[in-house]
């Protein structure tokens, strides 16, 4: 495709055009050209766009869609579209399918699944076998496959032994664990955030420690064995505080956080909506500053939507039963502009790259064209209509949001919300 851009400002801080507004020239999978008033080519469509902001292509670090074997709550095909008309350009597909990918067949299915789409997906491995926490996976065979890092989503490694094996053995092919952080007994039976809102409603409680505890093995466990670890999705002040500490003190540690625990607070938990139900639960204002403050310092490495669809029939039910998620693609860039810079968005929302092992694209003439396209600009409400995903569980119904998504242009192809 041959496309030219006119009037867009470029957010890219390590493009020499940062800040600056100008037209870009796209040809197939390459930047050809960037200037102000470029020539018109009668073989270059041209688009506009009011008020257009172009970013390098947005990756999520976090994202679940279902296929294979929860196909009610979203397909692939479906998924990256979605992705693509929320400003994705890549997503991170986490292993929570049915089967489990937790070997290079399945792993070589979802990339074979997701060929010739904008979006690119690379597909996570499970850590351990079924994702049931007992014997390590096929970890090298995945990685070979296209898998680009490992970790069983939403699960604890209680077995602190075989997360030490496992961070031992990543480090002969450069591995990446993931290490969600959550003790499944201090957790218990709980639900929601431990504090007055639990109180006041009865329902269980998860206190902050569940996480802690498990965030503090963990990093003393990748000071004993070395390499890199990912501690995804953390949800409390002293999480923050515990990786802040371990990276003064040279640990190859990353971390992300959510949306949802950015935006949000257990505040919303008064109606028992389940939309509100995800794990870790939704905390306090006190830890949503902290988190916030963790993202403007640097100790938060990436944002993630931690898109999660459920199906209904396992959302609307009790509270106590219904399971954990909300999808999050859509609102994204419109929750976030609520609470932070575009310039921070941004950087949290490509940072991902570079830590997964990805190509880290800037805008540059000779560059690839991996482009997010956006108005930061103008205030409207989140509704039912906005919901693209085929699973409608989300948790931002009526929130404000700030600013518009437009598409993306990756791969030679040009999508359009």
């Known amino acids: 495709?041959?496309?030219?851009?006119?009037?867009?400002?470029?957010?890219?801080?390590?493009?020499?055009?940062?800040?600056?507004?100008?037209?870009?020239?796209?040809s197939g999978s390459s930047i050809l050209k960037i200037g102000k008033n470029l020539e018109k080519a009668s073989d270059f469509e041209e688009i506009s766009f009011e008020n257009l902001h172009v970013s390098p292509g947005w990756f999520d670090t976090s994202v679940s869609l279902g296929e294979p074997g929860f196909e009610e709550r979203e397909t692939i095909a479906n998924g990256l579209s979605v992705a693509a008309k929320s400003g994705f350009t890549a997503i991170a597909l986490q292993p929570n399918t049915l089967p489990i990918l937790d070997n290079q067949a399945q792993i070589r299915f979802v990339k074979e699944k997701a060929k010739e789409n904008a979006v690119d997906?690379?597909?996570?491995?499970?850590?351990?076998?079924?994702a049931e926490g007992i014997d390590l996976a096929e970890l090298f065979d995945m990685k070979n496959a296209g898998a680009i890092a490992f970790g069983d989503y939403g699960k604890n490694i209680s077995n602190a032994n075989l997360l030490k094996i496992g961070l031992q053995y990543v480090q002969d092919f450069d591995g990446l664990?993931?290490?969600?952080?959550?003790?499944?007994?201090?957790?218990?039976?709980?639900?929601?955030?431990?504090?007055?809102?639990?109180?006041?409603?009865?329902?269980?409680?998860?206190?902050?420690?569940?996480?802690?505890?498990?965030?503090?093995?963990?990093?003393?466990?990748?000071?004993?064995?070395?390499?890199?670890?990912?501690?995804?999705?953390?949800?409390?002040?002293?999480?923050?505080?515990?990786?802040r500490e371990a990276k003064a003190k040279g640990l190859n540690i990353t971390a992300s956080v959510a949306i949802h625990h950015l935006v949000l607070t257990d505040e919303k938990l008064d109606s028992f909506d389940t939309r509100f139900k995800v794990n870790p639960p939704l905390r306090d204002d006190f830890n949503r500053t902290a988190l916030i403050q963790g993202v403007l310092d640097g100790t938060i490495?990436?944002?993630?939507?931690?898109?999660?669809?459920?199906?209904?029939?396992?959302?609307?039910?009790?509270?106590?039963?219904?399971?954990?998620?909300?999808?999050?693609?859509?609102?994204?860039?419109?929750?976030?502009?609520?609470?932070?810079?575009t310039d921070v968005i941004v950087s949290k929302l490509t940072a991902g790259k570079a830590i997964f092992g990805l190509n880290n694209n800037s805008i540059k003439e000779g560059e690839v064209a991996n482009l997010s396209f956006f108005n930061p600009n103008g205030n409207w409400i989140f509704t039912k209509e906005n919901v693209l995903s085929k699973s409608k569980n989300t948790a931002f119904l009526g929130q404000e949001m700030k600013g518009k998504v437009y598409g993306i242009y990756n791969n030679g192809k040009l999508v359009i919300r």
């Open 1 to 26: 495709m041959n496309l030219i851009i006119r009037n867009a400002t470029i957010i890219d801080q390590n493009s020499p055009y940062h800040n600056q507004t100008i037209d870009l020239k796209l």
């Open 121 to 130: 997906l690379f597909p996570i491995g499970a850590f351990t076998k079924n």
């Open 177 to 243: 664990l993931i290490a969600f952080s959550q003790d499944e007994k201090i957790k218990g039976s709980g639900v929601v955030h431990e504090g007055i809102v639990s109180t006041r409603l009865g329902l269980k409680g998860i206190p902050t420690l569940a996480e802690e505890l498990m965030v503090a093995r963990n990093l003393f466990l990748l000071e004993y064995t070395g390499g890199k670890m990912h501690i995804p999705t953390i949800s409390t002040s002293k999480s923050v505080d515990l990786i």
């Open 301 to 341: 490495d990436m944002i993630t939507c931690d898109h999660n669809p459920i199906d209904i029939e396992h959302k609307k039910m009790e509270f106590d039963m219904a399971k954990n998620g909300t999808v999050g693609l859509e609102s994204a860039f419109g929750a976030l502009q609520i609470v932070l810079p």
